[in-house]
């Protein structure tokens, strides 16, 4: 598709991407093309490394911009699981 890509922290794949939207739709994408159907053949889990994004009392996503309380990060997390077929936060 034509993105740059990195190897994350921990080796996993990681295009550049600029937003956690744009990163999910992108494996939404990536999952129907495979042929599968996502929430029945295939969920997903997110681990946020929240403590890598929260500082000063504020959860600030510096890459998209955003700086939310705890209960806006809550909130947008809840929102996630209603747009995306995520089964887990960790």
Do not use: K, Q
């Not at 034509?2 to 994408?29: K, Q």
């Not at 490394?49 to 955003?66: I, K, L, N």
């Not at 209603?82 to 936060?89: E, G, L």
């Amino acid at each position: 598709t034509g993105l740059a890509t990195g190897v994350g922290d921990e080796g996993g794949f990681a295009p550049n991407l600029s937003s956690t939207t744009d990163a999910l739709d992108f494996i939404m994408r990536a999952i129907e093309r495979a042929g599968y159907t996502p929430g029945d053949d295939v969920v997903l889990a997110l681990d946020c490394a929240a403590t890598e994004y929260f500082r000063d009392g504020a959860y600030r996503m510096t890459g998209e911009g955003r700086t939310m309380s705890p209960h806006e990060n809550a909130a947008f997390l809840a929102d996630l699981t209603r747009r995306y077929p995520i089964v887990s936060i960790e």
